[in-house]
């Protein structure tokens, strides 16, 4: 088959960049650490009351780190507003109660797909002081844009706000 | 050696008209296109009025403004998607590849075959209609479960899918006959591609199949009460990105096939044409997890495996930019184009069929970098169900596909009327609003996705929009202005076609009756690439059912109406 010459320049071309992205990738996993959802365990939705999720909210860890239970539904995240103080790390453990929601912090990178029988997990650092949505980015029916959280990161510049 | 003589069947090509059409081929691609456009004439209005539901400066604007459907977001999303991408797509497709395939082989398709089809796919098209519309179906497009719409939403779904299928085997028949006839001859390379489209097609849609005729339709029919949502999301992408390919490939036919002629000059490279092809369909399938990489319930090292790739399924892209690249230099340097890149803007500039591809290409560039930033894992985290997301596929979907169809149909349509197209000027204009209201609509929500604004979401009234993603969505509104202009030159020139078009039509398609002679056969070996393909599908899929599937509790999570937060119980 007849390849011509500045055709295969450009194949090379093209191979090599995407070789480098995948290195790039490969990088942003391994060195920087980068975490995406994984498995981390299966619940029964129909009866969250028998779970970890039986009472969700907040729980410190001490040494800066604090655990999250938070159960999403139609159409509000439980509990609805969670407050850290500035430098601490939240492993939030997620999950949903009838169907699939979304979860995506503001300016931190977390997004999750929560689905009904999966539990999903992240873990934020939070540095910066201040009000962080969760937002709900799945469509879950008609109060769908009304579904979010809030996260507020308690430090030096907003330790005067809040009562 | 076979010792009784058949009667020797006759090889006699057909022959059609060199301008105009058979009464048999307009009547079945006839049907097709105009159900096409039919179907395309919902999607496409409701496009806009959702940038203005989206704009908190317009919701504050107008806070009493509804019209019915189109000011009921999820609704009218539903419809969009449905519409646009399922239903004009295909009934494009379809006919199109009808036409090519016989145009190009000379041979007849399966007439009966064929009106089935048709009927199967428009008795589809009128139940959806129906679920949508009667705010029975607001599941949009992707149907997640355990999201349950009335149960001719899922028929019709089956009808169409089945429809297509039938379509497809009528166009394998077609090839199979041609090739008996013409043993060691290359397919010409149109037929190729719509045959990996077919073949592509078929594979894919068994997953959705499986999702729809095990889960769904069951459910909406009150026999199945639990489902597991993972499992329906694996078994949808499994189909979902073998889609976009599906709907990609009629788009590079004309690209690859007519477009070089159409500006005036011949295809660079038919061999590596057919090459790009292949990996289209070898490795459109083993990709469909870069949709599932928020999902909790597939492993990282699945969604590794997917993103590798997906950078692989680029690459045919890269091939098609240069190919077809080379092929309109070469057009344009024929005309008198000088200097390294004169030939970029000595284009035929006043053909709409040719503007309009070439309109698709520019957006074709953007939807191809941002979904090479979509596929890398680890940035998608960023970008998952934002803005972004939709921003990408107006590119991809809404520009390159849509504007090459669009052009298609600027000389397709009129072929069917036997009257020339009724006005190129305001097609030109359509091309070009196209472009613009495209590219205002993409970098809004694009840049909104980037702040944090989530896609399908009907956030005008949104309590927890930033003022960044505030601004931008409002200026994607724009750009959904322009489209509306758009779209309402395109239906206007159609109608303006098929009614009132007085000048007779005096174009030829450019249709190839053999392959290039220098192409490899080897290339058209189906079983070989069918046996990797599937092996590709094995290595990629197997995995993520296995760890989706929940062996120990079976399927546990109920099924709902969207409206209600309750679930539905026996």
Same mark, same amino acid.
């Given at each position: 088959?007849?390849?011509?010459?500045?055709?295969?320049?450009?194949?090379?071309?093209?191979?090599?960049?995407?070789?480098?992205? +995948?290195?790039?990738?490969?990088?942003?996993?391994?060195?920087?650490?980068?975490?995406?959802?994984?498995?981390?365990?299966?619940?029964?939705? +129909?009866?969250?009351?028998?779970?970890?999720?039986?009472?969700?909210?907040?729980?410190?860890?001490?040494?800066?780190?604090?655990?999250?239970?938070?159960?999403?539904?139609?159409?509000?995240?439980?509990?609805?507003? &969670?407050?850290?103080?500035?430098?601490?790390?939240?492993?939030?453990?997620?999950?949903?109660?009838?169907?699939?929601?979304?979860?995506? &912090?503001?300016?931190?990178?977390?997004?999750?797909?929560?689905?009904?029988?999966?539990?999903?997990?992240?873990?934020?650092?939070?540095?910066?002081?201040?009000?962080?949505?969760? &937002?709900?980015?799945?469509?879950?029916?008609?109060?769908?844009?009304?579904?979010?959280?809030? &996260?507020?990161?308690?430090?030096?510049? +907003?330790?005067?706000?809040?009562? | 050696?076979?010792?009784?003589?058949?009667?020797?069947?006759?090889?006699?090509?057909?022959?059609?008209?060199?301008?105009?059409?058979?009464?048999?081929?307009?009547?079945?691609?006839?049907?097709?296109?105009?159900?096409?456009?039919?179907?395309?004439?919902?999607? !496409?209005?409701?496009?806009?009025?959702?940038?203005?539901?989206?704009?908190?400066?317009?919701?504050?604007?107008?806070?009493?403004?509804?019209?019915?459907?189109?000011?009921?977001?999820?609704?009218?999303?539903?419809?969009?998607?449905?519409?646009?991408?399922?239903?004009?797509?295909?009934?494009?497709? *379809?006919?199109?590849?009808?036409?090519?395939?016989?145009?190009?082989?000379?041979?007849?398709?399966?007439?009966?075959?064929?009106? !089935?089809?048709?009927?199967?796919?428009?008795?589809?098209?009128?139940?959806?209609?129906?679920?949508?519309?009667?705010?029975?179906?607001?599941?949009?497009?992707?149907?997640?479960?355990?999201?349950?719409?009335?149960?001719?939403?899922?028929?019709?779904?089956?009808?169409?899918?089945?429809?297509?299928?039938?379509?497809?085997?009528?166009?394998?028949?077609?090839?199979?006959?041609?090739?008996?006839?013409?043993?060691?001859?290359?397919?010409?390379?149109?037929?190729?591609?719509?045959?990996?489209?077919?073949?592509?097609?078929?594979?894919?849609?068994?997953?959705?199949?499986?999702?729809?005729?095990?889960?769904?339709?069951?459910?909406?029919?009150?026999?199945?009460?639990?489902?597991?949502?993972?499992?329906?999301?694996?078994?949808?992408?499994?189909?979902?990105?073998?889609?976009?390919?599906?709907?990609? !490939?009629?788009?590079?036919?004309?690209?690859?096939?007519?477009?070089?002629?159409?500006?005036?000059?011949?295809?660079?490279?038919?061999?590596?044409?057919?090459?790009?092809?292949?990996?289209?369909?070898?490795?459109?399938?083993?990709?469909?997890?870069?949709?599932?990489?928020?999902?909790?319930?597939?492993?990282?090292?699945?969604?590794?495996?997917?993103?590798?790739?997906?950078?692989?399924?680029? !690459?045919?892209?890269?091939?098609?930019?240069?190919?077809?690249?080379?092929?309109?230099?070469?057009?344009?340097?024929?005309?008198?184009?000088?200097?390294?890149?004169?030939?970029?803007?000595?284009?035929?500039?006043?053909?709409?069929?040719?503007?309009?591809?070439?309109?698709?290409?520019?957006?074709?560039?953007?939807?191809?970098?941002?979904?090479?930033?979509?596929?890398?894992?680890?940035?998608?985290?960023?970008?998952?169900?934002?803005?972004?997301?939709?921003?990408?596929?107006?590119?991809?979907?809404?520009?390159?596909?849509?504007?090459?169809?669009?052009?298609?149909?600027?000389?397709?349509?009129?072929?069917?009327?036997?009257?020339?197209?009724?006005?190129?000027?305001?097609?030109?204009?359509?091309?070009?609003?196209?472009?613009?209201?495209?590219?205002?609509?993409?970098?809004?929500?694009?840049?909104?996705?980037?702040?944090?604004?989530?896609?399908?979401?009907?956030?005008?009234?949104?309590?927890?929009?930033?003022?960044?993603?505030?601004?931008?969505?409002?200026?994607?509104?724009?750009?959904?202005?322009?489209?509306?202009?758009?779209?309402?030159?395109?239906?206007?020139? *159609?109608?303006?076609?098929?009614?009132?078009?007085?000048?007779?039509?005096?174009?030829?398609?450019?249709?190839?009756?053999?392959?290039?002679?220098?192409?490899?056969?080897?290339?058209?070996?189906?079983?070989?690439?069918?046996?990797?393909?599937?092996?590709?599908?094995?290595?990629?899929?197997?995995?993520?059912?296995?760890?989706?599937?929940?062996?120990?509790?079976?399927?546990?999570?109920?099924?709902?109406?969207?409206?209600?937060?309750?679930?539905?119980?026996?």
């Amino acid at each position: 088959m007849h390849i011509d010459e500045l055709e295969r320049y450009w194949l090379i071309a093209v191979s090599v960049t995407l070789g480098v992205f +995948t290195a790039a990738l490969l990088a942003s996993v391994f060195i920087f650490g980068v975490r995406l959802p994984s498995p981390v365990g299966r619940i029964d939705p +129909t009866d969250l009351a028998n779970t970890e999720f039986a009472e969700p909210g907040l729980r410190d860890m001490g040494n800066g780190q604090y655990t999250a239970h938070i159960v999403a539904q139609m159409w509000n995240f439980m509990p609805r507003e &969670i407050r850290v103080p500035v430098g601490s790390e939240v492993l939030f453990n997620v999950t949903s109660r009838d169907i699939s929601h979304g979860f995506f &912090i503001e300016a931190h990178n977390a997004n999750l797909m929560l689905l009904p029988g999966q539990i999903a997990q992240v873990r934020v650092k939070f540095d910066r002081p201040g009000e962080f949505h969760i &937002i709900c980015h799945e469509y879950c029916g008609p109060g769908h844009q009304n579904m979010f959280g809030v &996260i507020i990161v308690e430090g030096p510049a +907003t330790a005067g706000l809040s009562e | 050696m076979q010792a009784v003589q058949l009667p020797q069947r006759s090889s006699a090509p057909m022959v059609f008209p060199r301008v105009g059409m058979l009464t048999s081929e307009r009547w079945l691609i006839g049907v097709h296109i105009i159900s096409a456009l039919f179907a395309l004439s919902f999607g !496409i209005l409701m496009g806009p009025f959702q940038t203005f539901r989206r704009a908190p400066a317009f919701v504050h604007a107008f806070p009493e403004w509804q019209i019915p459907v189109f000011s009921y977001y999820y609704q009218a999303l539903t419809m969009h998607g449905v519409m646009n991408a399922l239903f004009f797509t295909t009934f494009f497709i *379809v006919g199109f590849s009808y036409f090519v395939t016989q145009r190009s082989l000379q041979r007849p398709i399966n007439q009966t075959m064929g009106w !089935i089809a048709f009927g199967l796919m428009f008795l589809g098209l009128g139940l959806i209609l129906y679920a949508i519309s009667t705010n029975q179906a607001n599941v949009l497009y992707t149907f997640y479960s355990p999201m349950l719409a009335h149960a001719t939403f899922y028929i019709g779904l089956v009808l169409l899918a089945v429809g297509s299928w039938v379509a497809g085997a009528a166009i394998f028949m077609t090839y199979l006959a041609w090739k008996k006839e013409h043993p060691g001859e290359r397919v010409p390379l149109a037929v190729f591609a719509i045959i990996v489209n077919q073949i592509m097609w078929q594979i894919c849609t068994i997953g959705v199949a499986i999702e729809i005729l095990t889960l769904l339709l069951p459910a909406s029919l009150g026999f199945l009460f639990v489902t597991d949502v993972q499992v329906g999301r694996a078994l949808f992408w499994f189909f979902g990105h073998p889609l976009v390919y599906f709907w990609l !490939i009629p788009a590079y036919v004309s690209w690859y096939t007519m477009l070089p002629t159409q500006a005036g000059g011949k295809l660079f490279s038919d061999s590596l044409g057919r090459v790009a092809f292949i990996m289209l369909l070898i490795f459109s399938l083993p990709v469909g997890v870069h949709h599932l990489y928020a999902d909790p319930g597939v492993s990282a090292v699945s969604k590794g495996i997917h993103t590798v790739l997906t950078f692989v399924v680029a !690459i045919p892209s890269f091939m098609t930019a240069f190919n077809v690249g080379a092929s309109l230099e070469y057009a344009a340097r024929k005309r008198g184009a000088r200097g390294p890149l004169g030939w970029l803007f000595r284009q035929k500039w006043s053909d709409p069929v040719v503007v309009a591809q070439l309109g698709g290409m520019i957006l074709f560039i953007m939807g191809g970098f941002s979904g090479l930033i979509n596929a890398s894992l680890t940035l998608n985290i960023a970008l998952h169900n934002t803005a972004w997301i939709p921003a990408h596929f107006h590119m991809t979907l809404g520009g390159a596909v849509t504007l090459t169809y669009i052009g298609i149909t600027y000389w397709l349509l009129p072929m069917l009327r036997g009257r020339a197209l009724f006005s190129n000027k305001m097609a030109l204009a359509q091309v070009w609003t196209w472009v613009v209201g495209m590219l205002i609509f993409g970098h809004g929500m694009g840049t909104a996705g980037i702040a944090g604004a989530p896609r399908r979401t009907d956030v005008g009234m949104s309590p927890y929009l930033n003022e960044t993603a505030t601004f931008w969505l409002n200026s994607s509104a724009i750009g959904g202005f322009v489209l509306l202009i758009s779209s309402i030159l395109l239906y206007a020139n *159609v109608v303006g076609t098929l009614a009132f078009s007085t000048k007779p039509y005096d174009y030829e398609p450019p249709i190839a009756h053999r392959g290039d002679p220098n192409s490899p056969l080897w290339l058209e070996r189906w079983g070989l690439w069918i046996g990797i393909t599937l092996f590709l599908i094995l290595i990629a899929w197997a995995p993520v059912f296995v760890e989706s599937l929940n062996f120990v509790d079976g399927f546990n999570a109920p099924f709902f109406n969207p409206a209600r937060p309750s679930p539905i119980t026996p």
